[in-house]
């Protein structure tokens, strides 16, 4: 399987890319903390996001990246910090790689060890996570199903399985798979009964990168794995369950929910350098995407559309769509000053109206 460039590690890639004179977008105060990763509240009224992100990156042992704040989507008030990750006995103390809303105003997120559920009053924890990277869980539609990347303890380094849990707490189930596979990458469909996902096939001499990993669906609580017939990982069901998008051999692919021949809609090149770095738009219709040099939407019949980002590089986070559909979020990195820092931005699906959140 492909890996996934570290969270730091694309900071530090696209800070050297991004040397010399940069515009800037917006104006920014020296108290600017920036952040990356944003997720809509499921009202669209609130934005979450991991921070608060060092603005010096000559000082990677500082504290940072440990807390999830929220700050309202129209940018009216300051953000708030509502978690704090738990300490870890580590250089640098706690890293959040990814927030989500689950139900009743519940913040899922993920550390660099485990996966929690807080009410910001008070957390849970949820399981051991197996996979570093982003999209190593999901939630169900009404927010009350956690799937997870997790450590399957099998004999195997780094072993993987997708379990279930409920949002509040409680390994609900582990999903089975045979001897010498791994899971992971769930992804719910929009009636929370089924959940797409990759097996990897160890051991197996089936040839190039990918053939080893299939894009199987299985229910979430009975039922044996079928495979779609394609070679990937990352799949996410589209909001109308008629479609799965994924990364596979070529780039950027989807194939029918019920599986078929795949179709590529941005070839490799172009596309998916940090992992799946998509989303779908809520109709079902668009796909937002990132590649870590720019950003934009693929439309199902291939129509694309680059954004303009001057002075700015998107960050390796997927792009989060709002709920009605008409803007997107996402953390892209910019150079102020001579000085590197990441923060929140929104624009307009049509690629109008670019403004710095927070």
């Not at 060092?54 to 708030?80: C, M, Q, T, W, Y």
């Not at 689950?102 to 924890?125: C, E, I, M, P, W």
């Not at 990982?233 to 008629?242: K, N």
């Not at 019920?258 to 070839?267: D, E, I, S, V, Y």
Request: with cysteine; hydrophobic share 40%.
């Amino acid at each position: 399987m492909i890996m996934r460039l570290g969270v730091l590690a694309a900071v530090v890639v696209a800070a050297v890319l991004l040397a010399g004179s940069v515009q800037q977008v917006g104006a920014e105060s020296a108290s600017f903390a920036g952040g990356y990763g944003p997720a809509w509240s499921p009202d669209g009224t609130q934005i979450a996001y991991v921070g608060p992100l060092p603005n010096e990156l000559s000082h990677p042992i500082k504290p940072g990246f440990d807390s999830v704040l929220v700050v309202s989507a129209d940018g009216s008030g300051a953000p708030r910090v509502v978690v704090t990750a738990p300490r870890q006995e580590t250089l640098g103390g706690s890293t959040i790689n990814e927030v989500r809303w689950a139900a009743g105003d519940r913040l899922v997120y993920q550390d660099s060890f485990s996966l929690y559920s807080s009410t910001g009053h008070a957390s849970a924890h949820l399981g051991a996570i197996g996979s570093v990277g982003g999209d190593a869980f999901a939630l169900s539609r009404d927010g009350r199903q956690v799937a997870f990347t997790a450590h399957c303890g099998c004999n195997v380094q780094q072993g993987t399985d997708v379990q279930f849990v409920a949002a509040t707490g409680g390994v609900d189930r582990v999903l089975p798979h045979p001897k010498g596979t791994l899971d992971s990458y769930p992804s719910f469909s929009p009636d929370g009964r089924n959940v797409v996902f990759t097996r990897t096939f160890l051991n197996s001499k089936a040839g190039p990168p990918f053939a080893t990993d299939l894009i199987e669906v299985a229910g979430v609580h009975s039922g044996a794995a079928r495979s779609l017939g394609v070679n990937g990982y990352d799949p996410v069901f589209s909001p109308d369950g008629r479609w799965v998008a994924f990364i596979g051999r070529d780039g950027l692919e989807i194939v029918a929910a019920n599986g078929g021949k795949a179709r590529t809609l941005l070839p490799g090149g172009r596309c998916c350098n940090f992992g799946a770095v998509y989303s779908w738009s809520p109709d079902s219709q668009t796909l937002a995407y990132e590649s870590g040099s720019h950003a934009g939407t693929i439309s199902r019949s291939g129509s694309k559309f680059v954004f303009p980002l001057p002075g700015l590089r998107p960050d390796g986070h997927t792009p989060q769509w709002s709920p009605d559909g008409k803007t997107i979020a996402f953390s892209a990195i910019r150079n102020r000053d001579g000085e590197f820092g990441e923060g929140i931005y929104l624009i307009n699906a049509d690629g109008s109206g670019l403004r710095r959140l927070e």
